[in-house]
């Protein structure tokens, strides 16, 4: 697996922790890192960044969620959906030197790996979406 794939599911992972855990102790990314298997830096210093810059827009790129995913409440959505949406739309908005193709495609191997068999499709719907109206 490429670098920044795996930073990607790293950083799924831990935004994925820190939404289930939202009403008790937040973790932190040091925390993350101590459960796992040791990354490379590479590895540690691009998921940290996604999963920073994910929380530090989160208010923004929700509501840019709510209003492309139509019938769809935000909080009735899969955890790992949503968060899988939260990482998209961070590296759509944000991901400097990352080309739009690679954002939608790296969230659709998320949404195959981790979510349901309709996952991709609702991702690849959303991202593509809010792709086309940025």
Same mark, same amino acid.
């Given at each position: ?32 890192? #101590? ?5 490379? &830096?590479?590895?540690?210093?691009? $998921? %940290? ?5 994910? +929380? #530090? ?5 929700? &509501?840019?969620?709510?209003?492309? $995913? %139509? ?5 009735? +959505? ?57």
């Amino acid at each position: 697996m490429r670098s920044r794939s795996k930073s990607r599911e790293c950083a799924l992972q831990m935004l994925y922790q820190a939404d289930i855990r939202r009403a008790g102790s937040p973790s932190t990314p040091e925390e993350f890192w #101590q459960a796992h298997e040791p990354a490379p &830096a590479e590895v540690r210093t691009y $998921a %940290d960044a996604l999963v920073q810059g994910t +929380m #530090q827009h989160l208010q923004e790129i929700d &509501a840019l969620i709510a209003a492309h $995913a %139509d019938n769809w409440d935000i909080n009735r +959505m899969a955890v790992i959906d949503r968060n899988i949406l939260r990482l998209g739309v961070f590296e759509l908005l944000y991901g400097e030197g990352t080309p739009a193709k690679v954002c939608l495609n790296e969230a659709i191997e998320l949404a195959k790996r981790f979510g349901d068999a309709e996952s991709g499709k609702f991702i690849n719907g959303i991202l593509d979406a809010i792709h086309k109206k940025r």
